[in-house]
């Protein structure tokens, strides 16, 4: 009986100790892929500004601390204000006062319907970018028509707006994601860049090495030169993976920053209804992709504001 027991009580501990391993962050975080190394990542980046901006600063911004800052954010800066002081510009553009900025960001947003997630994003991306003295401006883009969502649509109207403001780095943005590490410089690299790589929902694992959604960062050049996304994706899934072969057919390798510079928080919501077409448009990605895209491109635009944190582009797919 005792024996018995003490059998249990071992297979228990074993159990338990193999969960644990299993289970833990670092654990995963170690399975990785190919990254750029923290001291290369500055000498990878494109150097570049909006073209109509300047700044009045004498001293260039350094970025050496922004990549070694080992800060983690925590998540509850959604529910919070901004930083006092913080002085952001009508339409949620800002650039540092007392340095240069190197690099000109457009953050792109696809939206329908989530007012809570949008709020507490923006609160919560303002506050990231404090510590990251770049110079940005923050696009959300709105479907107003009952049509199923397209993602890939909504980020080519976003990033003709960012590019006809004279931005030279993208950076697609879904509104459920939260970068956790300012170490995460949202500038362009030379390549364009998979940035959501290392996500809580996938307990910080990359799922499969093509993965190009969630958070991307594309310059300009680039984005034209794949004629940007496909509009044919409606509904979810897909319209990443379509992305990705079109840098494929162009030569184009992907980068990442490494794991834990690239974590990032979901928020969770009730999973999307999966279409069935998205594999079929799919398989001709190839096909389409010099016909379909930005060179394609027609939409209403319903309206545009400039709100105190963003501009909001309303349209009618
Ligand atoms: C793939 C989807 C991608 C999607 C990825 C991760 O299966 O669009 O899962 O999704 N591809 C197809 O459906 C063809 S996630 O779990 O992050 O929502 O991005």
Redesign the pocket.
Same mark, same amino acid.
């Given at each position: 009986m005792r024996q018995a027991n003490k059998k249990k009580i071992l297979y228990c501990g074993i159990v338990v100790i193999t969960l644990i391993i299993l289970l833990h962050p670092d654990m995963n975080a170690r399975r990785t892929y190919e990254y750029i190394e923290k001291e290369n990542i500055l000498n990878n980046l494109l150097e570049e500004i909006a073209e109509n901006f300047s700044s009045t600063a004498l001293i260039d911004c350094d970025y050496e601390d922004v990549i070694h800052d080992e800060t983690t954010l925590s998540i509850s800066l959604v529910d919070g204000d901004l930083i006092e002081g913080h002085k952001i510009r009508e339409g949620g553009e800002y650039a540092p006062s007392d340095c240069k900025p190197k690099y000109s960001t457009a953050i792109i947003v696809p939206y329908r319907d989530r007012a809570e997630q949008l709020r507490g994003f923006l609160v919560y991306m303002h506050t990231f970018f404090h510590r990251q003295h770049i110079h940005y401006r923050i696009f959300v883009i709105e479907q107003v028509d009952s049509r199923p969502f397209n993602r890939a649509k909504l980020l080519n109207i976003g990033a003709v707006a960012a590019m006809k403001a004279g931005y030279p780095c993208l950076v697609l943005h879904d509104v459920d994601l939260l970068p956790l590490k300012p170490a995460n410089l949202y500038a362009c690299t030379e390549r364009p860049r998979h940035m959501s790589s290392s996500i809580n *929902?996938f307990r910080f694992v990359l799922?499969y090495l093509n +993965?190009f959604?969630?958070a991307i960062a594309i310059g300009s050049r680039q984005y034209k030169e794949i004629n940007g996304m496909s509009n044919d994706y409606y509904g979810w899934?897909?319209? &990443? &993976?379509d992305l990705y072969s079109r840098l494929e057919a162009h030569n184009l390798k992907l980068c990442r920053f490494e794991p834990d510079t690239s974590r990032y928080h979901m928020f969770t919501h009730r999973p999307e209804r *999966?279409t069935e077409p998205?594999?079929k448009v +799919?398989s001709f990605s190839k096909d389409r992709m010099s016909s379909d895209g930005l060179n394609s491109l027609k939409y209403t635009e319903v309206a545009t504001v400039l709100h105190p944190l963003f501009t909001h582009i309303m349209v009618d797919l």
């Open positions: *929902k799922p +993965l959604g969630g899934g897909g319209e &990443d &993976d *999966k998205r594999h +799919l």
